[in-house]
């Protein structure tokens, strides 16, 4: 069975630093892993997936992250963090074999102090 | 932009009252997730459909839930009877047919059971 771990509650970063959010997973096969966003009251909005190659996935805003098989891990990351980014965040997988079943993490809260 | 559409976007209600939740996907997306948000559990995934047949419904309580694809446009969501332990936001999310496709979601619908 898939399952996310997000082993962080929230995360607290000053603006201009940079930030990781971290993410775990465990899959029967091989991932498609996807980041999410969540502001207030909207629903969830997608960042950025790995699919296959290149380990360093880019996506919206700035955001980027890391798939490292050996550590099962997809941790998000941004060089320089800002205000704006202040939200809920969240890691998904599905199995990449051919099925649909997407499961999150449980989120993890971003602060970005000014 | 094309979005997925949720009605209605609040629902207060009484216990025992039935409760039908609608969810129009992205024109052309063919798979559709229902979710339920609350603070204790996260993201849960309650039921899936690809071309309107059910794949999975393992995460939705059988005896009061139920979920259905009238047609293409249209995905609902039924509560009978509801319980205050079914207060949550409930979101819908369509996805193109291919697995490594991102989810779009709706705004949600907040749900109280009084």
């Known amino acids: 069975a898939q399952s996310v771990a ?3 509650d929230q995360v607290n970063v000053a603006e201009g630093n940079p930030l990781t959010v971290k993410c775990t997973y465990s899959v029967s096969g091989n991932p498609y892993l996807f980041w999410y966003v969540q502001y207030p009251n909207r629903g969830l909005q997608f960042l950025l997936k790995y ?4 380990n360093l996935v880019k996506g ?12 099962t891990s997809f941790h998000l990351k941004k060089p320089s963090a800002l205000v704006s980014d202040s939200a809920l965040y969240f890691c998904a997988v599905r199995e990449n074999t051919g099925g649909f079943k997407t499961i999150f993490g449980a989120g993890t809260r971003l602060f970005v102090k000014a | 932009d ?5 009605t209605p976007r609040h629902k207060v209600t009484e216990m025992g009252q039935e409760v039908t939740m609608r969810c129009q996907p992205i024109l052309g ?3 559709v997730f229902w979710y339920r948000q609350t603070m204790m559990q996260g993201l849960e995934l309650l039921a899936y459909f690809r071309n309107r047949a059910p794949l999975d419904d393992s995460g939705m309580p059988k005896d009061r839930f139920s979920a259905e694809m009238p047609d293409a446009t249209l995905a609902t969501l039924k509560i009978q009877p ?9 979101f819908c999310a369509s996805a193109l047919g291919t697995s490594n496709e991102k989810l779009f ?7 109280s059971v009084l």
């Open chain 1, 6 to 8: 997000q082993p962080e």
């Open chain 1, 51 to 54: 699919i296959t190659g290149d």
């Open chain 1, 60 to 71: 919206s805003y700035g955001f980027e992250a890391e798939f490292n098989k050996s550590q």
């Open chain 2, 2 to 6: 094309a979005r997925v559409t949720q």
């Open chain 2, 29 to 31: 997306h063919n798979t």
């Open chain 2, 82 to 90: 509801s319980e205050p332990r079914d207060s949550a936001v409930y």
């Open chain 2, 105 to 111: 979601f709706g705004s949600g619908t907040q749900l």
